[in-house]
């Protein structure tokens, strides 16, 4: 059974920083393309950033570029989102998704993801 939980979420002022963990089990976890996810209230869920199989290729969201870094520790099976100069709009919550695929294009497309985390929730305040 895959499971994958996320956690490190919480209430951060503007300009502050969160790391944001996901701890994936019951999957080949070196395998796969690894993403974070965001949905904010009343929005539709856009894609923050992806990693490759091996962390040689990372790719960012327009809106997240320069400010979060995403990485990942094959040996603890865990994927991290570090999150610099949070804005308000930042606030969502935030999902770990696993994919095969290993195209940069791919890595984009929430419908290319196979397993999915329930969320840990950001909150920047203003």
């Known amino acids: 059974q895959v499971q994958l939980v996320e956690s490190g979420g919480g209430l951060v002022q503007a300009g502050g920083s969160l790391r944001l963990s996901c701890a994936a089990s019951g999957l080949a976890f070196s395998t796969y393309t690894m993403g974070w996810f965001r949905q904010a209230p009343v929005k539709e869920r856009e894609f923050v950033a992806a990693?490759?199989?091996?962390?040689?290729?990372?790719y960012y969201g327009d809106s997240v570029k320069g400010r979060f870094t995403i990485s990942r520790d094959n040996a603890k099976n865990t994927v991290y989102l570090q999150m610099n100069s949070l804005k308000p709009e930042d606030t969502a919550d935030y999902y770990c998704?696993?994919?095969?695929?290993?195209?940069?294009?791919?890595?984009?497309?929430?419908?290319?993801?196979?397993?999915w985390g329930q969320g840990t929730q950001v909150t920047v305040s203003s």
């Open positions: 990693i490759s199989w091996t962390g040689s290729g990372t």
């Open positions: 998704a696993a994919t095969s695929y290993y195209s940069g294009g791919a890595a984009r497309q929430q419908d290319k993801y196979d397993f």
